[in-house]
């Protein structure tokens, strides 16, 4: 938003410097991008007459003017514009003078062989225009002339300065002059000079079809005008050329121009109909029940006021005069439409339509303009015929016209409901004022005086005060909080007191949130990559998932019960995608029950499918993917390195596994989760290779074991000082007993002197006998502080070997 301080003032006492007001309304919320001094435009550049001009002796495009500029004698300058001739007031450029407008320093010096002293300006020289046929004829642009060589700058407009703002989303009265003049007003107390505008206009039902009267109602509201009287060829005054300028909107003629400044003063857009033009583009006579609104017609063709042709389809709104589209709905009209030099009488359209409406119709032919950023952002609806009545007498200060009606479809009166501000809510949340003298609770008057300089109607009550937004904040202070904010942003967040605990205690993670990063870092050592995959999928006939209330798509209406389902689809995308192997984790949450009791479950999920490595020389260039033990030992690595002892059970049942080559992980005597290796049917409905291995882990125990203090705290013990004794023990026991309870046993077995015990070999042969298998241990003992003798050891030893033969049946080989 381009602020005019000359502009500004006319609304509101602006006392403080431009640099103060920026940095004020910056700390507001309306951040200052640029501060434009226009004067610098022509700094340097005087009033001149030019008294006599002569033919250059050396060129013919060229004249040779004596110029009077205040001073003993006048100045000669060499021009070449043809309009230049003695009688005429101009601008000059003095020597030494800088034109930032051309990037141009004047300079004395020759021109074929003449001298010049300084430069008859044109406009665009000056910044005031994008072209210019010849120099600016002062004469002509004011009744007024200052003294010669007293600075053009006020003439031109130029004696302003233009503040670049920027405009948050929930701020649409900041687009307005009137906005920001009450922003300044709340800011500095300064009293407020606004128009007068007429809120509840007299007006006439519009009458249109059911289709766009529910459109029109949608949106908020519609009103249309009919002002007959009006002259297309009629230039604007200076004042309102001046101050669309400075906004950066270029001048049309008087009747666009004067809709232009309404939107700029008052931030509602307004579009001008040429009545004849609408009568004979139809065929049609028009009255306000011909115009509707609708959603465009896939193809519909549209040739807009910047003369490009747009093929619309059914995501653009249009505005329709006996259903031909006129214009896009809050965006821009029809160049058929438009007002023209020929215009007499036109209908003036003041609409409220929808925010979402207009932002997909601008996005749906690629064109963002004024008119679509302010309704992009949301009207307050009691402005909108308002605005239309100003517009009409300010086209009545220029044209004898006159309105022969005003008709309008929806409600033009809004709800004005109050919002509680409880005074406990604003101490509470902004705490203390500091000051000089101490910290104080905001009083009672300062919380007034901000509410009501915004222009809110306040009523007191026990609690605090009940409050009544004004029309243009009425979007944006919806709720408590909102007052608050803008009490806090009014008196300067910068003068309340910080609300720190007391006393201040550093923070630190707790250790289950240290167990979960500690996992991460050592899954992904073990060569594995953490993914995060969508809680929300489609739903399933096989699995019960709960469904939310709100979903976007189908594919993602439901809450998750698993996460392995993502992970293979994972696997199958990156395999496809040409990558020799995907071994990822995840730790995430699934979900079980009804929508009324939803229950949820951490797990850490992923999978090793293909392989891994950074080279292929040792296996002549052919894949080696890992086994199910090479994969299990992956796991092992992560779970010793967090002191936990997972124990393996066979397991058969599970659908997903391969019933031979699965285990059910046990921690602490109870199951932890599984480990396995797809099943076959599985892995080829999937698309994915033999050698891939699904592991799932209760992730909240494994966290809860992980952080027991004999665990998680670090205890020191010494290193070893005298040497070990490793026995190996090999027995032959049935083949469905897992080494791990063979193991337990020899550890209770070997206490104090047993330091570990390893699996080093497993044999099945018919040797053994049906069902037999055997298997081989190393034993490793270690006194604290002596070197053990075989007569110390063989007794502990064969302790080992009786437990084994009596609880599980053992036979010793060794």
């Known amino acids: 938003m381009r602020v005019s301080l000359s502009w500004l003032k006319q609304l509101v006492q602006v006392t403080d410097s431009v640099d103060a007001l920026a940095h004020r309304l910056s700390m507001a919320g309306f951040e200052e991008e640029e501060i434009e001094d226009l004067s610098a435009r022509a700094k340097g550049v005087v009033v001149g007459f030019v008294k006599e001009r002569e033919k250059h002796p050396n060129a013919d495009k060229l004249s040779v003017c004596q110029v009077d500029v205040g001073s003993e004698e006048p100045i000669q300058i060499v021009c070449g514009a043809k309009n230049v001739r003695a009688g005429l007031h101009v601008p000059v450029a003095m020597v030494g003078a800088e034109l930032p407008a051309v990037n141009l320093t004047i300079k004395a010096g020759e021109l074929r062989g003449v001298s010049s002293n300084g430069m008859i300006c044109s406009l665009s020289e000056l910044g005031l225009a994008t072209e210019s046929d010849g120099i600016a004829e002062l004469n002509a642009l004011t009744d007024k002339l200052p003294a010669l060589g007293a600075p053009v700058a006020p003439i031109l407009g130029l004696d302003d300065t233009v503040l670049e703002l920027a405009i948050t989303a929930n701020r649409p009265d900041g687009l307005s002059m009137v906005g920001i003049a009450r922003e300044v007003a709340a800011l500095t107390g300064a009293a407020l000079t ?283 202070l919806a709720r408590e909080i909102d007052l608050i904010e803008e009490v806090a942003r009014l008196v300067g967040f910068d003068r309340f007191g910080a609300h720190l605990p007391d006393p201040l205690a550093p923070g630190a993670l707790t250790p289950a949130q240290q167990a979960e990063r500690r996992l991460r870092t050592l899954l992904c050592g073990a060569g594995l990559q953490e993914i995060t995959t969508l809680s929300l999928v489609g739903a399933s006939d096989s699995d019960p ?28 995308r990156n395999l496809k995608a040409s990558q020799p192997g995907c071994w990822i984790f995840e730790l995430g949450t699934t979900y079980a029950g009804s929508a009324d009791s939803v229950e949820e479950s951490r797990l850490l999920s992923g999978v090793i499918c293909g392989e891994q490595r950074l080279e292929r020389w040792t296996t002549s260039g052919k894949t080696a993917p890992p086994d199910y033990y090479a994969a299990r030992g992956r796991l092992t690595e992560v779970m010793q390195a967090l002191k ?57 125990r494994l966290v809860e ?82 070197t053990l003798t075989d007569d110390q050891v063989q007794p502990v030893h064969d302790k080992v070997r009786n437990a084994l033969v009596k609880q599980h049946g053992a036979e010793l080989r060794s």
């Open 644 to 700: 936990l002892d997972v124990a393996d059970r066979r397991l058969t049942d599970d659908f997903r596994l391969h019933p031979g080559r699965a285990a059910t992980l046990v921690l602490e005597g109870r199951p932890l989760g599984c480990f396995g290796q797809l099943h076959p049917e599985l892995a080829a409905s999937s698309d994915l290779p033999d050698a891939t291995f699904l592991f799932e882990l209760d992730l909240t």
């Open 705 to 786: 074991s992980a952080t027991r203090r004999n665990r998680w705290v670090p205890a020191f013990k010494a290193f070893p000082t005298v040497p070990a004794s490793e026995r190996d023990l090999a027995v032959v026991v049935d083949r469905s007993l897992v080494a791990s309870d063979l193991m337990q046993s020899i550890r209770k077995a070997g206490k104090p002197l047993l330091e570990s015990v390893t699996l080093i070999d497993r044999f099945e042969g018919d040797q053994l006998g049906e069902n037999k298998a055997s298997q081989a241990f190393r034993l490793r003992y270690r006194h604290q502080s002596e």
């Open 545 to 572: 998932r709960i469904a939310i209330s709100n979903p976007l798509l189908a594919e993602t209406s439901h809450l998750r019960t698993n996460l392995w389902e993502e992970h293979l689809a994972v696997c199958v």
């Open 194 to 476: 606004l128009p007068d505008l007429t809120l509840k206009p007299a007006h006439e039902l519009l009458q249109a079809s059911d289709a766009s009267a529910e459109a029109m109602q949608a949106g908020g509201l519609y009103g249309i005008t009919l002002i007959e009287g009006v002259d297309g060829t009629r230039v604007s005054p200076t004042w309102v050329q001046q101050r669309l300028e400075r906004a950066g909107i270029n001048r049309v003629n008087a009747v666009v121009d004067i809709t232009n400044v309404v939107m700029l003063e008052q931030g509602q857009p307004l579009h001008a109909f040429d009545a004849d033009a609408l009568e004979q583009l139809t065929g049609k006579p028009v009255n306000a029940a011909s115009f509707g609104l609708r959603q465009a017609r896939e193809g519909e063709a549209f040739i807009g006021l910047d003369d490009r042709e747009l093929s619309l389809d059914v995501r653009a709104q249009v505005v329709t005069c006996h259903d031909l589209p006129v214009a896009l709905a809050g965006v821009m009209g029809s160049k058929a439409s438009g007002v023209t030099a020929a215009t007499a009488r036109i209908w003036l359209e003041s609409a409220m339509f929808s925010p979402a409406a207009v932002r997909t119709t601008a996005r749906s032919v690629g064109l963002r303009t004024d008119a679509s950023a302010r309704f992009e952002k949301g009207l307050p609806r009691e402005m909108t015929l308002a605005c239309s009545i100003r517009a009409l007498e300010l086209l009545k200060e220029l044209f004898p016209c006159e309105a022969k009606g005003l008709w309008v479809c929806g409600d033009s009166a809004a709800d004005a409901s109050s919002v509680l501000l409880r005074r406990d809510a604003l101490h509470q949340l902004l705490g203390p004022l500091e000051d000089e003298e101490g910290s104080s609770d905001l009083a009672d008057a300062v919380i007034e005086q901000c509410l009501t300089a915004l222009g809110c109607e306040l009523s007191t009550s026990d609690e605090g005060w009940h409050v009544i937004a004004p029309p243009s904040r009425r979007l944006d």
